[in-house]
């Protein structure tokens, strides 16, 4: 296939999401039984009065009960390398071993090099030149463990990954900034597209650190909000 563009579907979230938190935010503030809690929970809107209150002040173990499952591919081994240090997100990725690769290896070419044509094709020219010697390898009976060595970060893997609400909150307000990298902030933008196309009340919450906190906490600020000493010095 060559080239190939990221892809990201929400493959599972709980069905009574709101029920669940609303069970978890009102357990904490009632003399009710959770289970009482649950099955006596009002309708969207009231639950939802609630739930934005509770997650609005930071009280977030309400929603790590919330799982989700998104089907990720056509994203670069950069990628995948960058998104595995999310500790709190379950992960299981295509295996480098196990699938040989043939022909044609898939590659995510970045937005930067691809918007030159002359880069671009030489990008391309170098992936057609490591896929024939990967070829060479394995036809030589090198197994895929050993023949990977040659590719580069730049090779399509696709992964299944799974995380909790909060984790996705943060996960959100780190990789949506303007200082990470743009195919990881693709990524983020269109598990949250997903993730508030059936929550639109979360769409709040997705959003780059800086709209929660206010301000910018980066070293290089990109000039959407003020910086921390910024909004300090106008305090004093
Ligand atoms: C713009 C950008 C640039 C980056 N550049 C680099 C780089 O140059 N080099 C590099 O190595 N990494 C880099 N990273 C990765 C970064 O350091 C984090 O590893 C990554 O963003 C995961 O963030 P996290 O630890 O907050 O998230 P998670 O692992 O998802 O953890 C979520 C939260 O749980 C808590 N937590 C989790 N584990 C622990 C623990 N063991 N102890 C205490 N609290 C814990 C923390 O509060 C943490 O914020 C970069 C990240 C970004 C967004």
Not at 155 to 173: G, K, M, P, Q, Y
Not at 182 to 194: Q, V
Request: hydrophobic share 40%.
């Amino acid at each position: 296939m060559g080239a190939v563009e990221i892809k990201v579907d929400l493959i599972h979230k709980p069905q009574n999401l709101l029920d669940v938190i609303y069970t978890a935010c009102k357990t904490c503030y009632s003399a009710k039984l959770p289970k009482e809690i649950f099955d006596e929970a009002p309708d969207d809107e009231k639950k939802l009065s609630l739930i934005s209150k509770v997650v609005s002040s930071g009280h977030y173990s309400t929603i790590e009960h919330i799982q989700l499952t998104f089907a990720v591919s056509n994203v670069s081994r950069a990628l995948t390398h960058q998104l595995v240090r999310h500790r709190h997100m379950s992960f299981s990725q295509k295996s480098q071993r196990y699938v040989k690769e043939k022909g044609e290896i898939d590659y995510v070419i970045p937005q930067k090099i691809a918007a030159n044509p002359e880069l671009n094709k030489k990008f391309e020219d170098f992936m057609a030149l490591v896929a024939k010697q990967y070829q060479e390898f394995t036809e030589a009976g090198i197994p895929a463990e050993d023949a990977r060595a040659i590719l580069p970060n730049a090779t399509a893997s696709s992964l299944t990954v799974s995380l909790n609400l909060r984790e996705l909150i943060h996960f959100a307000n780190l990789r949506l900034c303007t200082r990470a990298q743009l195919e990881i902030r693709t990524l983020a933008k269109l598990m949250c597209k997903a993730v508030i196309a059936e929550e639109p009340w979360l769409a709040v919450h997705l959003v780059p650190k800086c709209e929660r906190l206010g301000y910018c906490d980066e070293d290089k600020c990109c000039g959407r909000m003020k910086t921390k000493e910024e909004v300090l010095a106008g305090k004093a």
